[in-house]
């Protein structure tokens, strides 16, 4: 899509922006006037009835009767969406990365997201983060995107 002349235009120069919640993405790239969403997904939170979906190891009686086990920690639904999410978002800024040169990063992120999301950026486009706007944006329209990032540069200069 076309930017409208009120925004900003990236003028020879490529941005990723990335509009994150906890289980779903936008992800776009804006160039020289355009502005085009390259990815989008959405990661379904998973149900569980009772303990399905889950594996215990074996088990004995140690000392005092009490039971010892191994196995996996019981990982809830909420927690197994949301490391599905940034396992999916890692892998599609690689791509991006490895397809693109990309001057510099907007990243949009709920604040308790904000951190994990950082973290599955390569590093080279971790140092390359320069704008950072907490809120869940996945789903916005590209407008919302752009008046908040008009927003923010307003803001520092």
Avoid: W
């Amino acid at each position: 899509m076309r930017i409208p002349s009120k925004f900003l235009q990236f003028e020879n120069e490529k941005v990723l922006m990335v509009a994150g919640g906890a289980q779903e993405a936008d992800i776009y790239i804006a160039s020289n006037g355009t502005l085009d969403k390259v990815v989008s997904f959405r990661i379904p939170r998973r149900k569980y009835s009772d303990v399905e979906g889950f594996f215990a190891g074996r088990t004995k009686t140690g000392k005092k009767g009490r039971l010892l086990g191994t196995g996996a920690a019981r990982e809830y639904p909420k927690e197994a969406s949301i490391k599905e999410f940034l396992n999916r978002l890692e892998s599609e800024i690689k791509i991006i990365s490895k397809k693109e040169k990309i001057s510099y990063v907007c990243l949009f992120s709920p604040d308790y997201m904000m951190k994990a999301v950082k973290s599955v950026f390569p590093a080279i486009l971790r140092s390359k983060i320069k704008i950072l706007i907490n809120g869940n944006f996945a789903g916005h329209s590209a407008d919302d995107l752009l008046k908040k990032i008009s927003l923010k540069i307003k803001k520092i200069i």
